[in-house]
């Protein structure tokens, strides 16, 4: 079945240091694929998506690229901030009628100043 | 336009007994999904209703049961219950089931003693 593998947290880094979260999935077909974000007592919200092959997502500086041949769809922010702390979600919907979410098990990201 | 909305937002209940959750989604959005979310299992999707009709299943246990009435109102509810049901159950909406991005409420969080 379909599923997605996330690298493990929590990740720390200094304000405005690189940040990259790894993502890789398992799928028959061409899945769509997200990033949700989970701020401190907020709910999940949808930060970014792709849903074909080698398309680009991107939102508040952060940016994945859709890889068929890797299966991955990893996150990437040039200069992380204070306010990016939050847990990170990896998600795939199926292709066809099976368009559940499957999720990753999230990566919690502290950034110091 | 207001958001998905969860009651209630916390609920302790004992072994056994069984619990009613709700689910208003956002105005004009037709499908709904819920999910199980737990420390050790990360995010798992529970079912996902569209116009008053399950579209999707997840793979738990009969005890675990939804609906969705005609004004896309949704209620799951858990019978007989057990000390792993203790979670947060969080509950998505969207345009309708083709929609790619969701919507999601704040949770309610389920404690079972």
């Known amino acids: 079945g379909n599923s997605v593998t996330q690298m493990e947290g929590p990740v720390t880094l200094s304000e405005e240091a690189f940040l990259t979260i790894n993502c890789t999935y398992t799928?028959?077909?061409?899945?769509?694929l997200f990033w949700y974000v989970q701020y401190p007592g907020e709910g999940l919200q949808l930060l970014l998506k792709?849903?074909?092959a080698d398309d680009k997502g991107s939102n508040k500086g952060f940016e994945a690229t859709y890889r068929k041949e890797t299966t991955s769809f990893h996150l990437e922010k040039g200069s992380v901030q204070v306010s990016d702390s939050a847990v990170y979600f990896c998600a795939l919907r199926g292709a066809g009628n099976n368009r559940k979410l499957i999720w990753g098990l999230g990566t919690s990201l502290a950034v110091n100043p | 336009k207001a958001g998905v909305t969860q009651t209630p937002r916390y609920l302790i209940k004992t072994r056994g007994q069984q619990v009613t959750l709700s689910c208003s989604p956002i105005s004009g959005h037709r499908s709904v999904s819920w999910y199980q979310q737990t420390p050790g299992q990360g995010l798992q999707f529970l079912f996902e209703?569209?116009?008053?009709?399950?579209?999707n299943k997840g793979n738990f246990p009969g005890r675990f049961s939804g609906r969705q009435f005609s004004n896309s109102r949704s209620e799951m509810n858990v019978s007989t219950l057990e000390l792993g049901d203790s979670a947060l159950y969080l509950c998505?909406?969207?345009?309708?089931?083709?929609?790619?991005?969701?919507?999601f409420g704040p949770g309610t969080r389920l404690t079972v003693l």
């Open positions: 209703y569209f116009s008053e009709t399950q579209r």
């Open positions: 998505a909406s969207s345009l309708d089931w083709r929609s790619e991005g969701q919507f």
């Open positions: 792709a849903t074909k």
């Open positions: 799928a028959t077909g061409y899945p769509s």
